[in-house]
């Protein structure tokens, strides 16, 4: 299994992860939820392991263009996967899947610091 790093290509935060990723010397694919979709699968692997408050950007300007009873009604991983779902963008970015050897499910988000460990593994 090799990386997987899901988000949009025109995020700041996808972009300096990416450049993170190659100037360590990780490879990854990139999976663009505005091309490719949310893929079901994942989005209810990462809703478990890390619960909807994790996975839902509600800094975002996404987030706040939602009408009031959309963002009300998203108050756990059932209610909040819809959501997400139509709207890619709500997800916190980057996630990154990391290979099963690094340990991890999955990482939301870039911190450098978190990643070092799981990039020496994943390379």
Known sequence: MSTTVYGIPNCDTVKRARTWLDEHGVP??????????VPGPELDR???SAGWEAVVNRR???WRQLDE???DSVVDNASARPVL????????R????WPAKARAEA????DAQAWEPLAA???
């Not at 990854?28 to 979709?37: E, I, L, P």
């Open 28 to 37: 990854y694919t990139f999976h663009d939820f505005k091309k490719q979709g």
């Open 46 to 48: 990462w809703l478990a």
């Open 60 to 62: 975002g300007t996404t």
């Open 69 to 71: 009873k959309t963002r």
């Open 85 to 92: 779902m139509a709207n890619p963008s709500l997800i916190k």
């Open 94 to 97: 980057p996630v990154v899947q």
């Open 107 to 110: 990482t939301l988000g870039f």
């Open 121 to 123: 593994e994943a390379r």
